[in-house]
């Protein structure tokens, strides 16, 4: 099947990307604070798991088992994803200095780490881990059986458990929790690119190499409400037991992203290039989007009703952060077609050069 064929995949990813404004904003808040938890803290927590599967099964479904090929498809969107990351930290050099990341704290190991783990913003720790879990994951598919590699990477994911929402199971384990103190010298949190990315993007490669669910679309979708719904219950009974250091990785988060992706694959919607490459900006850029909106209201003196109200706040960062999103994705077209004919002028062999010339 195409990539054109996918459409629910275009969808799915797009209404992630919200999820994630969402996850920033606390869209419910200023009504509810346990009702914006089970949205900002918990539904939220199945938008990067969707990334991460779907960016998994896109890359995997392409690849043909020859190890040159596969190598270079690989390493071309590792370096498709670079770029972004590069692309991405620079633009938020200025919040940086606003927020002052570059205080006295600011060291060469700090900035590193925060490359290489952390995000040097707040939500960019996503590209990171997706190289890193990229890398792990097809290592893994190399050389092991597709079953060992979901078990293995299933291990992963039970260590970034313990340092996340079940960290408190650690305090019962002098060894471990200082075994753990170590890790978190290296990386801030377990839900990187070493413990979270691996399992989902493994469920990707899975998913991309067996035949088309068989099963109706309303049974995946009662099996996806049915473990949202766990998952929902196993979020409130963790925070109830004070148990998570963090809140982004849960058990049943796996089964509830499986059964969406696979639902997803069986919407009757058209692709969209469009949402694509919106929803890839949307993430990017958000968080300025969430500065742009609040900086706006308190110029204009409607903090009451764009910052106070937090529904009002989320609608209007999303309605920001996807023009600012548009605006790129056109800008980003600009530039590829200007770059294209200056390739072609550079790698083109000698005689085609003074033919095009001419």
């Keep these: 099947m195409s990539r054109t064929?996918?459409?629910?995949?275009?969808?799915?990813k797009f209404a992630a990307a919200l999820l994630v404004v969402a996850n920033h904003t606390s869209p419910l808040l200023s009504y509810s604070a346990s009702a914006d938890f089970l949205v900002s803290n918990l539904l939220t927590r199945i938008a990067v798991p969707v990334?991460?599967?779907?960016?998994?099964?896109?890359?995997?479904?392409?690849?043909?088992?020859?190890?040159?090929?596969?190598?270079?498809?690989v390493q071309g969107y590792l370096l498709k994803i670079l770029k972004l990351y590069a692309i991405a930290i620079v633009l938020y050099i200025p919040l940086n200095?606003?927020?002052?990341?570059?205080?006295?704290?600011?060291?060469?190991?700090?900035?590193?780490?925060?490359?290489?783990?952390?995000?040097?913003?707040?939500?960019?720790?996503?590209?990171?881990?997706?190289?890193?879990?990229?890398?792990i994951t097809c290592t893994m598919v190399r050389f092991l059986?597709?079953?060992?590699?979901?078990?293995s990477a299933g291990l992963l994911y039970i260590v970034g458990l313990l340092g996340d929402s079940y960290y408190g199971i650690l305090q019962n384990h002098a060894g471990l929790a200082h075994l753990y103190e170590g890790m978190f010298t290296v990386f801030d949190y377990t839900r990187n690119g070493l413990f979270y990315a691996p399992?989902?993007?493994?469920?990707?490669?899975?998913?991309?190499?067996?035949?088309?669910?068989?099963?109706?679309?309303?049974?995946?979708?009662?099996?996806?409400a049915g473990s949202l719904g766990l998952m929902f219950v196993e979020g409130m009974l963790?925070?109830?037991s004070g148990m998570p250091r963090h809140d982004s990785m849960?058990?049943?988060?796996?089964?509830a992203t499986y059964f969406l992706f696979q639902w997803s694959m069986q919407w009757k919607v058209p692709a969209s290039k469009r949402f694509r490459e919106w929803r890839t900006w949307v993430y990017i850029l958000h968080p300025l989007a969430i500065v742009l909106v609040r900086g706006a209201a308190k110029a204009a003196h409607l903090e009451r009703l764009f910052v106070v109200n937090s529904l009002l706040h989320f609608a209007a960062v999303c309605l920001?952060?996807?023009?600012?999103?548009?605006?790129?994705?056109?800008?980003?077209a600009i530039i590829r077609k200007f770059k294209d004919p200056m390739r072609m002028w550079i790698t083109a062999p000698v005689d085609k050069w003074i033919t095009l010339r001419k």
């Excluded at 064929?5 to 799915?12: A, I």
């Design 250 to 255: 849960y058990v049943f988060a796996l089964p």
């Design 5 to 12: 064929g996918y459409g629910g995949l275009d969808w799915l």
């Design 199 to 224: 399992i989902y993007l493994a469920m990707g490669a899975w998913a991309a190499k067996q035949p088309p669910h068989a099963s109706k679309p309303i049974v995946n979708a009662a099996l996806f």
């Design 238 to 240: 963790l925070r109830s």
């Design 51 to 73: 990334f991460f599967m779907t960016a998994g099964f896109l890359l995997f479904r392409k690849l043909t088992g020859n190890p040159l090929t596969d190598r270079k498809a």
């Design 145 to 151: 059986p597709m079953n060992a590699v979901l078990a």
């Design 97 to 135: 200095l606003y927020t002052g990341y570059f205080s006295d704290s600011f060291t060469a190991y700090s900035v590193i780490k925060d490359i290489v783990f952390d995000g040097t913003f707040y939500h960019l720790w996503y590209l990171p881990a997706l190289m890193i879990g990229l890398l």
């Design 320 to 332: 920001l952060s996807i023009a600012m999103s548009a605006f790129s994705a056109w800008l980003s």
